[in-house]
């Protein structure tokens, strides 16, 4: 089981950049997929961005593809998520996960392990 602690999140006026840490323990990260989930209030959560090291592999949702970029340190065991001209409709709480099997998936089901998630808020 890998524990997950997410930090980065805060409050950005529209056009503004945030940058999302996912900081891992229990075990390296190396081998897993890592992915970024967000939810906002009312809503189901929603796949943001994957990555996977071996073999090498970035996915990002439609609605952040050219403005956020997923990455890893895994010196660091730590994923971030740099987000760039945010929108007010980014505004959720962000999650960090981690799938054991590295399938790369954009799917919630896949992954075994949450972080507590970190408030990203969007003004207008």
């Known amino acids: 089981q890998v524990q997950l602690v997410e930090s980065g999140g805060g409050l950005v006026q529209a056009g503004g950049s945030l940058r999302l840490a996912c900081a891992a323990s229990g075990r390296a990260l190396s081998s897993y997929g890592m992915a970024w989930f967000r939810q906002a209030p009312g809503q189901e959560r929603e796949f943001v961005a994957v990555?996977?090291?071996?073999?090498?592999?970035?996915y990002y949702a439609d609605s952040v593809k050219g403005r956020f970029t997923i990455s890893r340190d895994n010196a660091k065991n730590t994923v971030y998520l740099q987000m760039n001209s945010l929108k007010p409709e980014d505004t959720a709480v962000y999650y960090c996960?981690?799938?054991?099997w590295g399938l790369g998936s954009a799917k919630a089901v896949d992954y075994e392990d949450w972080g507590q998630g970190t408030q990203v808020t969007v003004s207008s």
């Open positions: 990555i996977r090291w071996t073999p090498s592999l970035t």
């Open positions: 996960a981690a799938d054991q």
